[in-house]
């Protein structure tokens, strides 16, 4: 199947700094790529959708300056916390669509953020 | 606006048969996704739904009306590694096929 990897599996920072989470496509070239967050026993909330080579769509009520997402590639996406604060604290996913489908998303590892 | 609706908890003992309930109300509708997710682990495809009826894969099946905005899960001869969350999505037609996710349903299975 497909693999996804994302890096930092992890990471803790402190208030202020910024953090930069990178999502991988290993198998195969995402032209779209998707970036969740997920706080502790809730369902997964679409942040952002990235497009290679374009500017990402946001969704509704996540600020664009502070979540910054960059799509170099059709096999990388970046999304970088900036002046992270502790409500950022979150399980951080990505998930990658096939070029040419069929449409199903396969999901990376998750990237847990601890905001100090 | 989109509301996608389970129950937040669901018990089971081993080797029972359980059904996950899902309705939603999207502003599109393509197909319905079920996904498992182990706690602190990225969510796992279970299964797809485009038109109405029943598929079956294993010892999961899954199904869709779309006429009424419900589908639900079925999960056979339950296993005690089944204790996970499930999450329907509705792949909506608005903008680049976004899943929007439900609420997510957290199931135990008991000895």
């Known amino acids: 199947g497909a693999v996804v990897s994302q890096h930092p599996s992890w990471v803790i920072c402190k208030s202020g700094t910024s953090v930069k989470i990178e999502c991988r496509s290993l198998d195969f070239q995402a032209t779209t790529m998707f970036w969740y967050r997920q706080f502790p026993k809730q369902s997964l909330m679409l942040m952002a959708t990235s497009n290679e080579?374009?500017?990402?769509?946001?969704?509704?009520?996540?600020?664009?300056?502070?979540?910054?997402?960059?799509?170099?590639?059709?096999?990388?996406?970046?999304?970088?916390?900036?002046?992270?604060?502790?409500?950022?604290?979150?399980f951080y996913i990505c998930s990658v669509q096939k070029r040419g489908g069929p449409y199903e998303q396969y999901f990376g590892p998750g990237t847990r953020l601890t905001v100090t | 606006g989109q509301n996608i609706d389970q129950p937040t908890e669901m018990t089971a003992t081993e080797g029972a048969i359980v059904q996950i309930n899902c309705t939603y109300q999207t502003s599109g509708f393509n197909g319905l996704f079920w996904y498992q997710q182990h706690a602190g682990e990225a969510p796992t495809f279970l299964s797809y739904n485009?038109?109405?009826?029943?598929?079956?894969?294993?010892?999961f099946s899954s199904f869709l009306s779309r006429s009424k905005g419900y589908s639900y899960l079925l999960l056979k001869e339950l296993q005690m590694k089944d204790s996970a969350s499930y999450l329907c999505a509705v792949e909506t037609n608005t903008g680049f096929q976004k899943l929007v996710f439900g609420t997510g349903t957290r199931l135990l299975v008991s000895p």
């Open chain 1, 53 to 90: 080579g374009s500017k990402a769509t946001y969704e509704q009520g996540v600020e664009k300056d502070k979540f910054l997402i960059n799509h170099a590639s059709l096999t990388l996406s970046t999304l970088t916390v900036t002046s992270a604060h502790p409500e950022d604290s979150s």
């Open chain 2, 50 to 59: 485009v038109l109405d009826g029943l598929e079956e894969k294993g010892r």
